[in-house]
């Protein structure tokens, strides 16, 4: 899967899942933070889902909050994560 098309698919996911009425996937910057009032403006719940989603969708485990303060951080970096752990299995 390209970079476009897994950032385009968890733009979906998110927006999707996340019940975040009034944003578009092409509003979402791959490098825009996830958390805090600069980005999108997800909080621990939205967390909590969100690797949830990772796992369900993608079958790819965020194990600890180190390993999630990383890959949750953006798209870009949500794009990295999975695309290396899903290396790693094939």
């Known amino acids: 899967m390209t970079d476009m098309k897994l950032s385009q698919q ?13 944003v578009e996937a092409a509003e979402i910057n791959d490098d825009d933070p996830l958390f805090g009032d600069e980005g999108l403006g997800l909080d621990s719940l939205d967390a909590v889902e969100l690797v949830v989603l990772i796992q369900k969708h993608f ?32």
């Open 59 to 90: 079958q790819v485990e965020i194990k600890d909050m180190e390993e999630g303060k990383v890959a949750l951080a953006s798209i870009s970096s949500l794009v990295d994560f999975i695309e290396a752990k899903t290396k790693d299995i094939s």
């Open 10 to 22: 968890l733009k979906k996911i998110i927006i999707e899942e996340l019940n975040l009425e009034d």
